[in-house]
């Protein structure tokens, strides 16, 4: 039987000879190319989880509860603890990783004849959401120190007068932080939803706020938070908003009914019972994340502040010729960014140390004596 090709179907126009997002999943020893946390969740934690799918297990027969309501009220008590001022479960929304969050959010706020807008570089997905909405488009710059120009800013809002402002804070891929005067003034200058997409949150510097404080003076600010990084939980898929109770009810219009598996709600309310212990890491990789930083500079090459769980580093006159010398060495990093630029995600100590020696190798660079 002769195979069909894309050109033999109906695809929209506009998504013709486009490809599926994603990084390389390739099988390497050393894999620092997603930003996932390289430690894999503890016995006690594991059994939990084990314990609590078991239990839903039993009632796979019924749909989940469509409103994740116990889920909801677990993710709010915990924002609470992490810069959230009084949320409640009408705060919160959750969803299959904050990629679906944000989607949802375009899908309720985008759409034809409307615009989104972000400053680059940034998250790669951001403009993907967009397409997939049939959402304008329009990305500013960000500063050459990768933070955000807030005249630049405030000028393609004027402009483009979007109902859909996207800004990753920490960012995907410099690592930097927004601060809180920024948001205020964007949100103050937007009358669309201003989107502070916080999937690294956890991992900021001391001292660095969350936007989780301006909700209570800015309803139409959104904040979005993963389980997939601080929590350990990249395959249990769960991310999640919190907002003004209207911004779910928005969110809720839009999404698929039972979106969220029962599964997954228990494997995600089961790990977030012991976020004391899973935070713990958060704070080693922290520090891994400094010590990366300090040593790239040490070398003689440029590397951001980072407030997540990586770091962009540069400038590499052929970057790429950098990446597959470190693949060939067992080290798989994200080429990603602008050129000559390369970010490499925070693994254990043993994994970075394979790092540094696969860097100094492929690049001739030496550590200062
Ligand atoms: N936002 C940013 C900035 C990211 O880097 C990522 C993951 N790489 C996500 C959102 C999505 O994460 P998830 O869907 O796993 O929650």
């Not at 710059?141 to 402009?159: G, H, Q, T, Y």
Request: glycine share 8%; charged share 20%; proline share 6%.
């Amino acid at each position: 039987m002769n195979r069909l090709t894309l050109d033999d179907l109906p695809l929209r126009d506009d998504l013709r000879g486009e490809h599926p997002y994603g990084a390389p999943q390739l099988d390497v020893p050393v894999q620092l190319n997603v930003n996932e946390n390289p430690y894999a969740p503890g016995d006690a934690v594991v059994d939990d989880i084990a314990k609590a799918v078991a239990d839903a297990a039993r009632t796979l027969n019924r749909y989940p509860d469509r409103e994740a309501l116990a889920l909801r009220a677990d993710l709010a008590a915990y924002l609470n603890g992490d810069g959230g001022v009084g949320l409640g479960v009408e705060n919160v929304w959750a969803a299959n990783g904050s990629n679906e969050i944000m989607q949802q959010l375009l899908q309720a706020f985008g759409g034809p004849g409307r615009t989104a807008v972000s400053f680059a570089p940034t998250y790669s997905m951001y403009p993907e959401y967009a397409r997939d909405t049939h959402t304008s488009w329009v990305v500013g710059r960000r500063a050459d120190d990768f933070s955000i120009d807030r005249a630049e800013a405030l000028r393609v809002i004027a402009e483009h007068r979007p109902s859909v402002i996207l800004l990753a804070s920490p960012n995907n891929p410099t690592g930097t932080a927004l601060p809180l005067a920024d948001i205020e003034a964007i949100a103050e200058a937007s009358t669309g939803v201003v989107v502070i997409d916080e999937a690294y949150g956890e991992f900021r510097r001391a001292g660095t706020p969350s936007a989780l404080s301006l909700l209570p003076a800015h309803p139409r600010l959104v904040v979005t938070r993963t389980m997939s990084k601080a929590f350990a939980l990249a395959g249990g898929r769960l991310g999640y908003l919190a907002a003004d109770p209207a911004v779910v009810d928005a969110v809720r219009i839009v999404r698929l009914p039972y979106h969220l598996s029962a599964v997954t709600q228990a494997a995600a309310r089961a790990a977030l019972a012991h976020a004391s212990s899973l935070l713990a890491a958060v704070d080693e990789l922290r520090a891994e994340r400094d010590r990366t930083v300090a040593w790239l500079r040490s070398i003689g090459l440029q590397a951001c502040d980072s407030d997540a769980n990586f770091v962009l580093f540069g400038r590499l006159p052929d970057r790429h010729a950098v990446w597959q010398g470190l693949l060939d060495r067992g080290v798989l990093i994200r080429e990603t960014g602008p050129d000559g630029w390369l970010r490499v995600s925070i693994g254990t100590p043993d994994e970075m140390a394979a790092f540094r020696t696969a860097l100094l190798d492929v690049t001739g660079m030496e550590e200062p004596a």
